[in-house]
Each structure stands twice: as structure tokens, then as C-alpha cells.
């Protein structure tokens, strides 16, 4: 195992095998689909997608390239947001925004039989809900919640509590932390910039895949020593004299918070969960989950 180069340094391979693209899935295809496609376009050995989309869904899909698959659970922890037309079955009432607004706040939910988790009733966080037009029976909503949500769900409840009854009409995720749809990439793009590359014209495709240190803007950061992250890269933890910084809080309440570890330079190194204070002298302070190295 080695040391990866600086975000901004690598060449294309590096760049191809520990990367993100900001992808705006298609209608038709699976989540799982698409990431094959990207996967197999770019000839590595593995890609997987940042929460599923199912086939008619739209939006934003960050698809992890090579080692940046081992990024996965970093999407856990984040928001989504999403676009969604909802579908009454009667007359919208006049009461519409008060019910909607009802919603936002922790909400219980059940997955639907359809799903690939247990059945059991759990809590979502509903950060936001806004009608942002009406026409008829349709009701455009923009909605902003945890991940795990089931928006499909949500409208069905909706409808129940509005008393018209309603389903989910069409469906486009605009966000899901780190990324937004402001500089998604179509399929045709990444085909077009390996093209470009192909020919030694690496600009297009630097210009669609972005190195994978982006997926863990947001997260807390721990800089440690390149001495430090050689251990780690043998699977050792993280111990308080190998930390150069931090930008994470100490452990609150007994929950111990993702952070992810970087060298000086930029480079991630791990990701693990901070069990002590970066601070201290001695001790353990982050306990590996993921090594990146």
C-alpha cells in the first residue's frame, strides 16, 4: 500500500481510480445500471452509486470510481433533496400548505413492502417541505429530508392526511450532500471527455471527474503526520501523537462522530470514528472504519 498523490497532482489513472462523477441519471435504468455503464466505460474494476435511485427517478447520482467505492457510508450521514410531483386523487383542499407543513419535523415511517430493509416502523427527519406550485390536482413540492427517506411514502401519507388520497407523479433528486445539480454530468459527457482522453486531451475528463477528496467536503477532519497515515495504511489507528490538526469536535454524549483523515498535502487517508481528543499528548483518537490507501 502507498501514499496517493495530492488531490490537484494526480495523473489520469490515479485520477479514474479514486474519483466521483456528479451524475444525472437518466429515466430508464436502475441506480445499480448505471453505475455498471460508468464502470465498465472507464474499465475499472468497480463503481457504485450514492443512494438508489429506482429506474423513472432523475438527478443527481455521485458515482464513486475504483477505491472511492470505500467512500459509501460517508452518504449515510448527510441530506437529500428532492423534486416531486404529488398527485392528488381529489380536489386539492383549501387547507393545503397548513397540512404540508405539518410534515416537516420527525416523522415515522415504514418502508414500503417494495424496499430492500426491514419493514419495521422507524423515525425520518423531514429538514423542509415547501409546495412550490399548484395546478389542478398536482402539487409540486421541493423537499429536503434524511437520507433513507422514502419520498414515495411521504406523498402516500400526504394524501391521507389531506383527505384526496395521493401518489408520487415523477421524482428528481436535486441534492444529496456534498453534491447538487449545479455542475451534474450527463452519461454522454463521460463518454465524450474518455474520448477526449483517449486522443490525450485530458482537460474534459478533469473537468467532469473530480478527484473522490470531494465526497468529504462537509465531513470533520483530522490532519495526520504522512508517518501516521503510513500505519494507517497498514491498518493501525490513529493515535494522538500523529495528529497535526483537527476540525472535528471531541466526543459528545458517547457517540463517537465519522471524521476523515487527511495528510498535509490534502490526500485522504481513512475514514474512522473520533473515540478520543485530538488535543491530548497520548491515547487513541480516531478508530478506523475505512482505509483509503
Not at 465498465?40 to 463503481?47: E, G, K, S, T
Not at 418502508?111 to 423542509?128: D, F, Y
Not at 463521460?190 to 462537509?218: N, S, T, W, Y
Given at each position: 500500500m502507498t501514499l496517493r498523490d495530492p488531490p490537484g497532482t494526480r495523473d489520469l489513472d490515479g485520477l479514474l481510480r479514486f474519483?466521483?462523477?456528479?451524475?444525472?441519471?437518466?429515466?430508464?435504468?436502475?441506480?445499480?445500471?448505471?453505475?455498471?455503464?460508468?464502470?465498465?466505460?472507464?474499465?475499472?474494476?468497480?463503481?457504485?452509486?450514492?443512494?438508489?435511485?429506482?429506474?423513472?427517478?432523475?438527478?443527481?447520482?455521485?458515482?464513486?470510481?475504483?477505491?472511492?467505492t470505500r467512500l459509501a457510508p460517508v452518504f449515510l450521514e448527510g441530506r437529500k433533496e428532492y423534486v416531486a410531483v404529488l398527485e392528488l386523487h381529489g380536489r386539492a383542499p383549501a387547507n393545503l400548505d397548513d397540512v404540508v407543513a405539518e410534515f416537516e419535523g420527525e416523522i415515522y415511517q415504514k418502508?414500503?413492502?417494495?424496499?430492500?430493509?426491514?419493514?419495521?416502523?422507524?423515525?425520518?427527519?423531514?429538514?423542509?417541505l415547501d409546495v412550490l406550485e399548484q395546478r389542478d390536482r398536482q402539487v409540486l413540492l421541493r423537499i429536503e429530508c434524511a437520507s433513507g427517506t422514502y419520498v414515495r411514502k411521504l406523498c402516500h401519507d400526504l394524501g391521507l392526511a389531506l383527505g384526496t388520497g395521493a401518489h408520487m407523479g415523477d421524482l428528481r433528486r436535486t441534492a444529496t450532500d456534498p453534491f447538487d445539480d449545479r455542475d451534474l454530468v450527463t452519461m454522454q459527457?463521460?463518454?465524450?471527455?474518455?474520448?477526449?482522453?483517449?486522443?490525450?486531451?485530458?482537460?474534459?475528463?478533469?473537468?467532469?471527474?473530480?478527484?473522490?477528496?470531494?465526497?468529504?467536503?462537509?465531513?470533520?477532519?483530522?490532519?495526520?503526520?504522512?508517518?501516521?497515515?503510513?500505519?494507517v495504511a497498514t491498518g493501525a489507528p490513529v493515535y494522538a501523537p500523529g495528529v497535526i490538526d483537527s476540525k472535528a469536535s471531541p466526543v459528545e454524549n458517547g457517540e463517537a462522530p465519522l471524521v476523515a483523515c487527511h495528510t498535509p498535502d490534502g490526500s485522504a487517508v481513512c475514514l474512522g470514528r473520533l473515540v478520543g481528543d485530538p488535543e491530548a499528548d497520548s491515547g487513541l483518537v480516531v478508530d478506523l472504519e475505512r482505509v483509503l490507501v
Open positions: 474519483g466521483v462523477l456528479n451524475l444525472d441519471k437518466p429515466p430508464g435504468p436502475s441506480a445499480h445500471q448505471v453505475a455498471g455503464w460508468i464502470r465498465d466505460m472507464a474499465d475499472l474494476d468497480r463503481a457504485a452509486h450514492a443512494g438508489t435511485l429506482d429506474p423513472k427517478v432523475t438527478g443527481c447520482l455521485p458515482v464513486m470510481l475504483g477505491d472511492a418502508p414500503p413492502r417494495k424496499s430492500a430493509v426491514a419493514r419495521r416502523l422507524r423515525t425520518r427527519t423531514i429538514h423542509g459527457d463521460f463518454a465524450d471527455a474518455l474520448a477526449f482522453a483517449a486522443e490525450r486531451d485530458e482537460k474534459p475528463i478533469r473537468a467532469v471527474v473530480d478527484p473522490a477528496e470531494r465526497i468529504l467536503d462537509g465531513i470533520p477532519s483530522v490532519t495526520i503526520a504522512p508517518s501516521a497515515a503510513e500505519q
